[in-house]
């Protein structure tokens, strides 16, 4: 946040001490609303509160005045690669003072600083020396949030400071996909020298290194839910220092996810041959609807079906019919209801007659409101494919009676 060293723990302890004094906390310890707003304090990045947060951290006794012994001692626990001697603490602290109180009044106020924080380089006075305009710079760099202007660079820091994040899971990921690499390689190549590669090709190949990682991750997929085993190993073993067995949990859905993904390539191929074949059957069907000629509801609650459609011929013997008939008997919930819907547009005899509930097509008059048919198929019907093989067919059916009691 500050340029400092996040590792450290005097850092961390100076900085919380600075928080808690600004908010009169005296004890080591705070609630939950207390570390949100502390959390929010040094998470946000802008110039006032970051330099806020310096000065805090400097001004020790939280009176609101930074004095030449704050500054020293402040002077004195730079980070790692800035730190100074006691005698140039000494030096750059009366520098400080001397730039920032010329009035000799032995403090200095958070908005001398910010003065000297915002001045740019080229500004400072002639008569400062090259120290203090390096202890300047450096103060500055400390609080002022500058973006790198390369976006490759900036992308490049992200990415190391997620490693740095991170490195134990990257790690242990990186060797989990290598080892299926592997294994899937080794697998490709054992059955592309195998006979069934002639017959099957490529598919072989892909379904043996795909299985043989499959049967890696159901070997492995309960160990990161083995409690006993995780605890014993992240505390009585060296692993725990390279292996994030806190994330056990994310690792087993990994695990998990590779494994669906796996059963999944196995039936991509018939979910998407199914798949077309019923967009095949739902095209094909509704390009048109056949004509219905007629509708009869016998006794014994069969409905009669006469329709007509270019799709289907029926022959007989001597001439060739254009329609196709059905009679349905009423067994169950969809005949029952299919009969109900076609008795709606069937009339009743004329009175005094009797006959059947019906209704006809009639060319050229007021027809009756049929519902709409589709029809699919046939498929794997004896006679589907008579006409293409035979020009004369002899169907030979039976009936038979059965006596009733």
């Known amino acids: 946040m500050l340029g400092m060293n996040k590792e450290s723990k005097e850092f961390a302890g100076e900085?919380?001490?600075?928080?808690a004094r600004r908010r009169n906390i005296t004890t080591d310890s705070i609630n939950k609303a207390q570390l949100k707003e502390f959390w929010d304090q040094i998470a946000d990045q802008s110039f006032d509160t970051r330099l806020q947060t310096f000065f805090d951290m400097v001004d020790k006794d939280a009176d609101g005045r930074i004095t030449e012994e704050e500054v020293r001692e402040?002077?004195?626990h730079l980070p790692t690669g800035c730190q100074l001697s006691k005698k140039q603490a000494d030096e750059y602290a009366a520098m400080i003072m001397e730039r920032l109180d010329p009035n000799?009044?032995?403090y200095i106020m958070i908005e001398n600083l910010e003065m000297l924080l915002l001045q740019a380089p080229n500004q400072t006075v002639q008569r400062e020396g090259g120290e203090s305009r390096n202890l300047i710079q450096m103060l500055s760099?400390?609080?002022k949030h500058t973006q790198e202007p390369n976006p490759i660079v900036r992308w490049y820091k992200s990415f190391m400071y997620f490693l740095l994040d991170n490195w134990q899971r990257v790690w242990v990921l990186l060797l989990w996909i290598g080892i299926m690499a592997g294994l899937f390689t080794w697998k490709y190549i054992q059955y592309k020298d195998k006979a069934a590669y002639g017959?099957?090709?490529?598919?072989v190949c892909f379904a043996k290194g795909a299985a043989e990682t499959l049967k890696l991750n159901m070997a492995i997929i309960l160990l990161p839910v083995c409690r006993n085993t995780i605890t014993w190993l992240r505390n009585k073993t060296r692993l725990g220092v390279a292996v994030p067995f806190d994330d056990n949990l994310n690792f087993h859905k990994v695990i998990a996810v590779a494994i669906s993904l796996g059963t999944w390539m196995y039936l991509t191929v018939p979910l998407v041959l199914y798949a077309g074949e019923r967009l095949l059957r739902a095209f094909r069907s509704s390009i048109k609807a056949v004509k219905?000629?007629?509708v009869a509801v016998y006794p014994g609650n069969v409905l009669a079906l006469h329709v007509k459609t270019t799709r289907l011929q029926i022959q007989k013997v001597g001439n060739v019919d254009d329609y196709l008939s059905v009679h349905i008997r009423t067994l169950g919930d969809w005949t029952r209801q299919l009969k109900t819907v076609f008795s709606e547009v069937c009339q009743p005899p004329p009175n005094g007659k009797s006959g059947l509930l019906r209704a006809d097509y009639l060319q050229g008059e007021n027809n009756p409101d049929f519902p709409r048919v589709l029809i699919d198929g046939p498929y794997g019907a004896p006679a589907q494919d008579y006409k293409k093989k035979y020009e004369v067919v002899l169907l030979v059916g039976s009936w038979r009676q059965r006596p009733h009691q």
């Open 141 to 143: 760099q400390k609080l």
């Open 199 to 203: 017959v099957m090709g490529p598919c």
């Open 15 to 19: 900085l919380y001490d600075a928080l």
């Open 104 to 106: 000799n009044l032995g």
């Open 74 to 76: 402040a002077s004195a």
């Open 292 to 294: 219905i000629l007629k």
